[in-house]
């Protein structure tokens, strides 16, 4: 292994504010998912019906692939954050565009398909759940201000526009070369960045909590692709510019022999295909949703079709 490649794979930046919010946030969830796990046990117990078809609800809830898949969001974000990548996206546009699609494309998806809201709010001692359970019940309740207020600025419309206000104000040069350059404004990118995908992906996914008139499985597919234009004009126009964009790295040693404008069109391609692909793969499993509901639902009954009229061409009916 060459000496660059081993030092790149070795700079791993272990950052504590990053390590003790994930740890803190996988915490809170598995402790919750193991409480409602277990009240879930104990509900299997009881013999009415109704309690029955309640705890096969909840054992759903509590199924083993939400902590799997909520802790491997938490794994891609640290990946993200502390791993090579992180260093590397300083000297190469390519792994920055990675760095990118982890944390819009690949961690959201994965912590919200989870549901979080619930297992952290019973991962919570029961004096803070209380608080926070009132905190949250005020903050969303029906007839509430506060609940107005977050259903209008998180439509799905305001959301769109954040996405792409985010993606493409942050991907200009000026702000692109200043969040590489300090490190304070290279975190608020990264935030600004999870935020979009996390607001974009709470649509997409359904999750809770829910304040909006719930999409159908049709309207979370439009969702899903709307995220891709402009994604992939953003990503397409740095893949096929034939001048630098982003002047840092013209200031940095070049990795690899990988020139500045191959980095550039590389990274512009990542931006383009895989992210577009996420997208792409969650309007696919939704519409197979769809259509298992619609295989799902009961046939007609014979004496609702097999009549006369209906079996007949409709230019022989009299």
């Known amino acids: 292994m060459d000496p660059i490649t081993r030092a790149a794979l070795s700079s791993w930046d272990w950052r504590p504010e990053v390590i003790i919010t994930l740890a803190l946030a996988g915490t809170l969830y598995l402790t919750g998912w193991r409480r409602l796990r277990q009240r879930t046990v104990g509900a299997n117990k009881q013999q009415s019906d109704r309690r029955q078809r ?62 979080p809201l619930p297992f952290i709010l019973w991962g919570l001692p ?11 019940g005020s903050l969303l309740h029906r007839d509430s201000r506060s609940r107005r207020w977050l259903r209008s600025a998180t439509s799905p419309g305001i959301v769109w526009m954040f996405s792409v206000i985010a993606i493409v104000g942050w991907h200009d040069p000026n702000a692109y070369n200043a969040a590489l350059q300090y490190q304070t404004i290279h975190d608020i990118e990264h935030l600004f960045f999870f935020a979009a995908g996390m607001l974009y992906w709470w649509h997409v996914t359904g999750a809770g909590p829910r304040i909006h008139k719930q999409f159908g499985l049709v309207g979370r597919v439009i969702f899903a692709l709307a995220a891709i234009p402009p ?15 982003y002047t840092y790295y013209l200031a940095v040693p070049r990795l690899w022999n990988i020139s500045v404008i191959d980095d550039q069109r590389i990274g512009g391609v990542i931006m383009w295909v895989p992210g577009s692909m996420m997208y792409i793969i969650a309007a696919l499993i939704l519409a197979s949703r769809l259509l298992d509901q619609e295989s799902s639902k009961p046939a007609l009954p014979e004496a609702n079709w097999a009549t006369q009229d209906n079996l007949a061409a409709p230019g022989i009916k009299k």
């Open 126 to 136: 029961a004096n803070g759940r209380a608080i926070a359970g009132r905190a949250l």
């Open 231 to 245: 994604n992939m004009a953003l990503g397409a126009v740095l893949a096929f510019v034939n001048e630098p964009v």
């Open 54 to 115: 309640a705890s096969r609800s909840h054992w759903r809830l509590t199924a083993r692939w939400r902590p799997v898949a909520y802790l491997s969001g938490l794994v891609v974000i640290g990946i993200a954050l502390l791993s090579p990548i992180d260093s590397l996206a300083q000297q190469l546009f390519l792994m920055h565009m990675i760095q990118h699609l982890l944390l819009i494309m690949i961690a959201p998806p994965l912590l919200l398909i989870a549901n």
